[in-house]
């Protein structure tokens, strides 16, 4: 199974801000959605509850919300204390592509296990109090780029960018 992770991403590395995003980005929406739909997500419990009522769970998607809270209910959703029982759920289930979509603290708890990163490369600082991983870029081939410039829906120009983890053979 492949192990991905997606986000949007200031130069700042900001994801973002009182839990919620700091930017409306609808194209970068509709890829994430069209990227994610039909696979597993894998979400903190943050995460989770940043979502819209009406969102909840994710559509046409398996979810898994990650939580220390032993008895958190998420209506729709599986729920699990640790994230490599979320990846075990997805592989056990046949999952090709599992989704690590946040917060940040599940990012940083995923990416030594992360196989493919997809990250929309927003071409601004934004201020946040919540923050992408760092990541050696050395460790990873950039395996597509889709510019989008800025325009009257989006206040920011962004990339939509594919790396793939280098592996050692």
């Not at 492949?2 to 986000?7: E, T």
């Not at 590395?13 to 994610?36: A, E, Q, S």
């Not at 509850?49 to 046409?60: A, C, Q, T």
Request: charged residues 30%; glycine residues 6%; aromatic residues 10%.
């Amino acid at each position: 199974m492949i192990v991905s992770m997606i986000a949007a991403v200031a130069r700042n590395r900001t994801i973002g801000k009182n839990n919620d995003l700091p930017w409306k980005l609808p194209d970068d929406m509709k890829f994430f959605m069209n990227t994610t739909k039909g696979h597993y997500v894998i979400m903190g419990r943050k995460n989770y509850d940043s979502l819209h009522d009406k969102y909840k769970p994710l559509p046409n998607r398996t979810n898994i919300v990650v939580t220390r809270q032993k008895d958190f209910k998420a209506p729709g959703c599986i729920v699990t204390h640790a994230v490599p029982d979320a990846m075990r759920i997805a592989k056990d289930a046949g999952e090709q592509e599992a989704f690590i979509i946040g917060g940040a603290e599940i990012y940083g708890l995923a990416m030594p296990d992360a196989d493919r990163l997809y990250i929309t490369e927003i071409d601004a600082e934004v201020e946040g109090d919540t923050f992408f991983p760092t990541f050696n870029k050395k460790e990873w081939k950039e395996t597509s780029r889709t510019h989008h410039a800025a325009d009257d829906k989006h206040k920011y120009a962004f990339d939509i960018v594919v790396y793939d983890r280098i592996r050692k053979s």
